[in-house]
């Protein structure tokens, strides 16, 4: 069966600190894709990240870090110096070869960055 | 470009009454999906349009829900009669290919469905 867990309800930091909201997902088809979106105050969920089975590589986009492990199932995203503006939910999310178009999301994650 | 539009932005109704939703995705994209977030719960897969035709319905929760879209524009999702679990936020996204594009799917803010 096809899940996304992310453990971490609500994460709260000081501004500058650096935070990790894991992802741990379940499939069992050796082709899918990984993603994060998030969700600020104004409710729509912006892309951030993709990820396919194939590519392990971790990707740095700023001061975001993404660390993709097959090993433990998992798909873990990092925040280097938070800011205020990181405040959001953020969601991991999976899909599968056979049916791309068809996201299974985590319970997200609550990330409160404080002045 | 305008993003993915959805109105209303929220909705109380009493259970048993009518509501309709709308999505108006980005302007050349064929593929819109609906998806519902229910009480900090993960966010579901109802189900994926391919211009007017329904390609995947698997998610729809049951026969009080009812989605189209008319000439492959916009899309409506009408719940009759809702019930108090229907209550949640209900996404739109819209895409130009099935989830394999580079830049994922386009979500709009979603529309808060509050059944009381």
């Known amino acids: 069966a096809q899940k996304v867990t992310q453990a971490q309800t609500e994460i709260s930091v000081v501004e500058k600190e650096d935070v990790t909201l894991d992802c741990v997902y379940e499939t069992r088809d050796t082709t899918y894709y990984l993603f994060w979106y998030k969700q600020p105050p104004s409710g729509e969920l912006v892309f951030l990240i993709r990820r396919n089975s194939f590519d392990e590589q971790n990707e740095i986009s700023g001061r975001y870090s993404w660390n993709f492990q097959k090993s433990t199932s998992s798909f873990n995203f990092t925040i280097t110096a938070s800011q205020v503006v990181d405040s959001a939910v953020y969601f991991c999310a999976l899909s599968e070869a056979d049916r791309t178009y068809k996201y299974i999301f985590g319970t997200g994650t609550r990330l409160k960055v404080l002045a | 470009e305008a993003g993915v539009t959805q109105f209303p932005s929220h909705s109380v109704i009493e259970k048993g009454q009518t509501v309709t939703l709308r999505c108006d995705p980005i302007s050349g994209h064929d593929n819109l999906y609906w998806y519902r977030r229910v009480m900090g719960k993960e966010i579901k897969f109802l189900l994926h349009f391919v211009k007017e035709s329904k390609q995947d319905e698997s998610g729809m929760p049951n026969n009080r829900f009812l989605a189209e879209r008319t000439g492959g524009t916009y899309s409506t999702l009408k719940v009759q009669p809702a019930e108090l679990e229907d209550s949640g936020v209900y996404f739109c996204?819209?895409?130009?290919?099935?989830?394999?594009?580079?830049?994922?799917?386009?979500f709009g803010s979603g529309t808060r469905l509050t059944v009381v």
């Open positions: 996204a819209s895409s130009l290919g099935q989830g394999t594009d580079t830049y994922g799917y386009t």
